[in-house]
């Protein structure tokens, strides 16, 4: 379902058209998140960051996009969805996640992009260390609001979970 942290909840095509600043025709295939939006805006209409805005999440695409630095925006991107029930940290193209009570999961995104081969018990160091990764970027998150999830955490990405109680 859309807004949960497996790929077909968080992956989405996102398009920029900018003639006179951006190269028609380009790709750039590296992740971004929604969080990139503001900064981007700010940047393009030559804005300066306030003080209050100083620590926001996202980065500047515009010289990503029109090909100037070599590196990628972010090192890892992070999610948290229903409530803090579910989390997901993508790192190049390893990505960690957990939902409600079920066991983390590990994907290599680059050769498994329909996350079907959890690799979590063949690659434990990774999976701990964004694990880890996750439990500290959460620290500094205030408490979430409100859940999105109808169904309350009974809903896996394969069907109903096997301790599930109404």
Known sequence: ????????????PFLVSWPARIPA??????????LDILPTALAAAGATRAAKLAALD???????????PAAVPHARLFWRMDGGEAFAVREGNWKWLRT??????LYDLANDIGES????SVRPEIAARLAAAAAEWNRGLI????GNNPFG??????????????
Not at 4 to 12: L, N, Q, W
Not at 58 to 68: I, R, S, W, Y
Not at 117 to 120: I, S
Not at 155 to 163: D, H, M, V, Y
């Open 117 to 120: 081969r959890d690799l979590a």
């Open 25 to 34: 025709g380009r790709t750039y295939s590296e992740p971004v998140i929604s």
């Open 100 to 105: 409600y009570q079920n066991a983390p999961q």
């Open 58 to 68: 996202g980065v500047d695409l515009l010289p990503f996009l029109t090909g100037k």
């Open 153 to 166: 955490g009974l809903i896996n990405r394969t069907g109903l979970e096997k301790n599930a109680t109404p």
């Open 1 to 12: 379902q859309k807004g949960d942290v497996f790929e077909g909840g968080i992956r989405v």
């Open 143 to 146: 408490a979430p609001a409100f």
